[in-house]
């Protein structure tokens, strides 16, 4: 599939990315915008016949068709039997979309107006707990159901002023244990947030905080809120109805953060912020649908990704953020990323002849800079690297540090691509009074190869609006790649043979009996535990 884009890569050979700038229009027609946000991707090695090859894959996949599709509420998640609709949760002039022969939209509005009135009354001081107004919020959820809203919670937190808002994922009783000893029961607000409601972490999660809650509050299920698809299982749990904020299946956990699941954010920033963030996406959704491919954002960032892992087998992807409140960004993506594309057999359930999604991972520039930069700058492997910056901070009265992270973003940007080459790094060891073999030695450890392709995407200013529009660029660009390596991004069967491992060792290792079911190196590890 991948053989025609192969055998150019091959044709490159070693050529310097900075000799594609003898075209003096590259770094313009090589980056684009969509609305206030630059995408460069000129520091690559794609040119003009690569990119054109690259093009012709939405043609051979049918992308376009596949698109419509998906926005239309077509059951594309076929394996679940699924529409896949969270750009419905953004339509907010509610243009009718049919599922099974039915407009979705007046409920995903009602819901998202249930949800406004709710966060207003918590913010307010008119919904109240025990002890009066709303202090804290605790959102328990994992995956999707915590990775969206604690990501933008975090990245909006100059836009904070309603309660403060804290978020337990882990089975690990650590998590939920530190979270809740500061907090005061009567004045906490517990969100549930679980799509299937079932998930054993969030369930087991969510009765610990119910007895916490139990000791000083005498109706702690007036203090809890869920969001689910199952109203039969929030019911089940005690959830008054009132409190329960519901979607559908054609939400996908790691697509949720726009509706119900959005909830401790909406609580934190505000509906109206909230409105501004899904604005944001919903202008990207139109980009999406409308531009040009070679000027659609979410498509180059796709092609411009499978150039990379598919094609010159650069098979993982850094994400860095150069903005301390995206540190949970490259997490969320992680998700959205390798839940959705690491797939091993197609849409037609036969294996793939190639590398599906790559392994995602990052952290925040400047931190990973002294961290794991040493590997990106001279390890063996190539990592494509995506940069994200500001134009702009939240601290004006602090630009000097703004300025100091641009000029370390550009600068590890450049130094990918320009590297420094050996006779350039003899010549600062001969300055230095260094001759001779020792010289030689002394200039091999400290060159940089180069020629290592980055891409770099700026905002002007990290608001509600443009978070909503690059989360939806992400999610559009995991759409793009899945399409062209014809695999299913909306399932997750992955995660299940885990889980089903797990239920069956729980009862064995709470017995603290050997057992002979188990291989042994998990019985010799249980025995270990046992022995503690
Ligand atoms: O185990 C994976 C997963 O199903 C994710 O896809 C999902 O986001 C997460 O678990 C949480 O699921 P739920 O919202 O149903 O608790």
């Not at 092609?303 to 992807?317: E, F, M």
């Not at 790559?358 to 690297?385: C, D, K, M, R």
Request: glycine share 8%; charged share 20%; with cysteine.
């Amino acid at each position: 599939m991948f053989e025609a884009l192969k055998s150019q890569f091959q044709k490159i050979g070693g050529r310097k990315i900075t000799s594609l700038f003898e075209d003096e229009n590259r770094a313009t027609e090589f980056s684009l915008r969509s609305g206030k946000i630059l995408f460069d991707y000129s520091k690559t090695n794609i040119d003009s016949a690569t990119q054109s090859a690259l093009l012709d894959l939405l043609e051979v996949s049918r992308f376009s068709q596949k698109r419509a599709d998906m926005f239309s509420g077509a059951k594309i998640n076929r394996t679940e039997d699924r529409a896949v609709l969270h750009t419905a949760l953004r339509n907010l002039d509610g243009h009718p979309i049919q599922v099974d022969g039915e407009d979705i939209m007046p409920e995903v509005l009602e819901t998202l107006g249930a949800m406004q009135t709710f966060s207003d009354a918590v913010r307010s001081g008119t919904y109240v707990g025990r002890g009066g107004a709303i202090t804290d919020v605790v959102n328990i959820g994992i995956g999707g159901s915590d990775l969206g809203p604690a990501m933008a919670a975090l990245a909006l937190s100059p836009y904070h002023d309603g309660p403060a808002c804290h978020f337990v994922s882990n089975i690990d009783a650590a998590h939920i244990v530190d979270t809740l000893r500061n907090l005061n029961p009567e004045t906490t607000l517990v969100i549930v947030a679980s799509k299937t409601f079932t998930t054993i972490e969030t369930m087991t999660n969510a009765i610990t905080a119910f007895d916490w809650m139990a000791k000083t509050v005498q109706d702690p299920a007036a203090q809890f809120v869920a969001l689910s698809t199952a109203a039969d299982k929030t019911a089940a749990f005690g959830i008054p109805s009132e409190r329960v904020f519901g979607f559908a299946d054609w939400v996908g956990g790691r697509y949720s953060l726009w509706g119900p699941i959005g909830l401790s954010l909406m609580i934190a920033i505000g509906p109206h912020n909230f409105e501004a963030f899904l604005r944001g996406a919903q202008t990207m959704d139109q980009h999406f649908l409308t531009a040009e491919p070679q000027h659609n954002m979410p498509v180059m960032l796709a092609l411009v990704g499978i150039w990379h892992n598919q094609v010159c087998g650069y098979h993982t992807r850094a994400f860095l953020p150069y903005d301390q409140r995206l540190t949970r960004l490259p997490a969320y993506l992680q998700q959205l990323e390798m839940e959705s594309n690491g797939k091993r057999v197609t849409m037609q359930g036969e294996d793939v002849s190639y590398g599906s999604g790559p392994v995602v991972w990052g952290e925040p520039g400047t931190n990973g800079q002294h961290a794991f930069y040493q590997l990106i700058h001279q390890g063996t492997q190539i990592v494509p690297s995506e940069f994200l910056v500001a134009a702009k901070g939240h601290e004006p009265d602090l630009g000097h540090h703004h300025t100091l992270l641009l000029a370390n973003c550009l600068a590890q940007s450049q130094a990918l691509m320009l590297g420094r080459s050996f006779s350039a790094t003899r010549e600062i060891g001969a300055a230095k009074g260094i001759s001779g073999a020792d010289l030689d030695k002394w200039a091999n450890h400290r060159v940089f190869p180069g020629n290592r392709p980055s891409t770099t995407l700026i905002y002007p200013k990290l608001t509600p609006e443009i978070l909503g529009k690059i989360i939806a660029l992400y999610e559009h660009r995991v759409f793009v790649e899945g399409v062209i390596l014809n695999i299913n991004s909306f399932d997750q069967w992955g995660v299940e043979l885990g889980k089903e491992l797990a239920s069956a060792l729980e009862p064995v290792l709470k017995s603290g009996k050997a057992s002979q079911d188990q291989d042994p190196s998990t019985r010799n590890l249980m025995k270990f535990i046992r022995g503690q």
